[in-house]
């Protein structure tokens, strides 16, 4: 198992999040966002040029950080 953090929880982000979530031994384990709404799963506001938005997410499995420094920090 691959555990992956994601910075920045903005098109992007969503777009590797949802790819992540298809690849065999891949795992999502952290997202860092400023953004309290985010942290929380709420990605609707999230619109790109392709693709669909970003919906809710369930994130109870994934640790949440505000600052890249935190998840840097964190010795897990």
């Not at 903005?10 to 992540?20: D, E, L, N, P, S």
């Not at 938005?53 to 369930?58: K, P, S």
């Not at 499995?61 to 840097?72: F, I, M, P």
Request: charged share 25%; glycine share 18%; hydrophobic share 40%.
């Amino acid at each position: 198992m691959v555990n992956i953090g994601i910075v920045g929880v903005g098109f992007m982000g969503v777009t590797h999040y949802k790819a992540i979530d298809k690849v065999k031994g891949g795992k999502v384990a952290a997202v860092v966002s400023r953004d309290d709404k985010k942290r929380a799963g709420d990605w609707r506001s999230i619109q790109g040029n392709f693709g669909g938005g970003g919906g809710v997410q369930d994130l109870s499995k994934v640790t949440c950080y505000k600052t890249l420094d935190e998840l840097l920090a964190d010795p897990a």
